[in-house]
């Protein structure tokens, strides 16, 4: 059975970066072999794309709220996603997960429908 498990949530002030990781154990595939994502939720709010990375990482995409301070990266040999988050605001507070094993389906890469595996979720918590 797939295990993604994620790290590196944590609480930070306006301003500061944190870096989340996504890796996986027994999962019998190269997370880069496929399309793989960022979501996060805010409570009471609806799951959000965060970020996307295609296969082999050579192409990457991100939400217009996250664009130009988060950065998606992914080592092959560590079978591991990551997830940079940089000038952080108050509003990316939420539970990230990571999503993996994605395939480049309707409304890629941003409907969630399209990832096979989930992470259980890491909390970032932003204060101003």
């Known amino acids: 059975q797939v295990q993604l498990v994620e790290s590196g949530g944590g609480s930070v002030q306006t301003g500061g970066s944190l870096r989340l990781s996504c890796a996986a154990s027994r999962s019998g595939y190269i997370m880069s072999d496929y399309y793989m994502g960022w979501f996060r939720q805010a409570p009471g709010k609806e799951r959000e794309w965060v970020a996307a990375?295609?296969?082999?990482?050579?192409?990457?995409w991100f939400s217009d709220s996250v664009k130009g301070r988060f950065t998606v990266s992914q080592d092959r040999a560590k079978n591991a996603l990551y997830l940079q988050l940089n000038s952080l605001k108050p509003e990316d507070t939420a539970l990230y997960y990571c999503a993996t094993r994605g395939t480049w389906g309707v409304g890629a890469p941003l409907n969630p429908d399209n990832y096979g595996d989930w992470g259980q979720g890491t909390q970032v918590t932003v204060s101003s």
């Open positions: 990375l295609s296969p082999g990482g050579g192409a990457t």
